[in-house]
């Protein structure tokens, strides 16, 4: 008797054995099961979403190009229009590529393929998105003036619209680089530039940096003008210094809010030079702290002058919180200077 009750208690414990072992099994299958469906399911959504993607892309190409082909209409607006030959005439308009031309050259041309003669295009990407933002440049002949007329178009909800736009002419250069950031230098004169700095971003808005009037030589003696008065300078300068104003507002015509340092030439221009984007000065300038000490000619010239005076570090300082708070990154301003396409 006792050994009819091991032998069932042993065949119990096979059983309870094998069942276990084939709820395991099945608990494995069904895992997997799940799993190969979530990752159908991601993979589905992630093709969803490219195919969006593309779709969106394909349909906007196809918008820009039959703008090229001056089918297309373009809604004008002119709030971020800069520049003599300025929008504002035509703004709420919607214009062809072919109209733009036109409107821009005057009376100098009735020509109706001028458009094809005088625009160079390219497609750029603002605020690295992956949805492509249409530039064209206009560039009529050098008899009207050697200016070109820089224009910046985004697809919004498939109407397209001008979101920046702006002149450059034979003092005065406009760069765009391939995620929408723009990099402007001038001058008035041989001692005189000015620098701009904003961008476009992914939503085809445009944000305004800095800007700044320099003045590259302060000389001893000589007038210098700030806050829009003239002031002699001291006599007993040593060495060549620049002179700096800076605009983080888009105020220019309001001195209140602009901000003012100087520092001391590196070397002279041919050593100095910096290749490739200028950031507020086109030489290199000493950052030596004993520049600003308050019994240096200069420093007291403007203390006399009530005109209170930032160090350079400081000024670059606002300029990475002012990037910082408009969402501007090194990646963005590192990006490729467009290449001009002609229009064929």
């Not at 607006?77 to 821009?104: A, R």
């Not at 808005?205 to 829009?228: A, N, Q």
């Amino acid at each position: 008797m006792k050994r009819k009750i091991i032998i069932l208690l042993i065949s119990c414990m096979v059983a309870l054995v094998a069942c276990s072992g084939k709820a395991s099994e099945q608990a494995t299958v069904d895992n997997a099961n799940i799993d190969t469906s979530l990752k159908t399911v991601d993979e589905e959504k992630e093709s969803s979403t490219e195919n969006a993607t593309q779709s969106v892309s394909e349909d906007q190409g196809l918008l820009y190009e039959s703008f090229l082909r001056n089918d297309a209409k373009v809604h004008v607006n002119s709030e971020y229009d800069f520049g003599d030959y300025s929008f504002e005439e035509v703004n709420d308009q919607d214009l062809t590529i072919g109209e733009i031309v036109n409107f821009l050259m005057g009376d100098a041309t009735e020509d109706d393929t001028a458009w094809l003669t005088y625009t160079n295009y390219s497609y750029i990407d603002c605020g690295n998105d992956g949805v492509p933002e249409l530039a064209i440049v206009v560039n009529p002949p050098s008899d009207l003036g050697g200016w070109s007329k820089y224009i910046i178009i985004k697809d919004i909800d498939g109407k397209l619209q001008t979101v920046y736009s702006e002149l450059a002419w034979e003092r005065g250069t406009v760069n765009i680089n391939e995620y929408g950031y723009i990099s402007e230098n001038s001058t008035s004169g041989a001692a005189y530039h000015g620098f701009k700095k904003s961008f476009v971003g992914s939503v085809g808005k445009w944000h305004y940096i800095f800007s700044d009037e320099t003045t590259d030589c302060i000389v001893p003696g000589g007038d210098l003008w700030f806050k829009g008065d003239s002031h002699i300078c001291p006599n007993d300068i040593v060495g060549e210094y620049a002179f700096l104003e800076f605009d983080f507002n888009n105020s220019i015509e309001d001195f209140a809010d602009n901000v003012y340092t100087y520092a001391k030439w590196d070397g002279d221009a041919s050593e100095s030079w910096i290749e490739g984007e200028q950031i507020y000065f086109y030489r290199k300038l000493i950052k030596d702290s004993t520049q600003y000490d308050d019994s240096h000619p200069l420093k007291t010239f403007f203390d006399e002058n009530a005109l209170h005076i930032y160090t350079l570090d400081e000024i670059e300082q606002m300029i990475v919180e002012k990037e910082k708070e408009e969402g501007l990154t090194d990646f963005i301003k590192q990006g490729k200077n467009v290449e001009w396409l002609e229009l064929k």
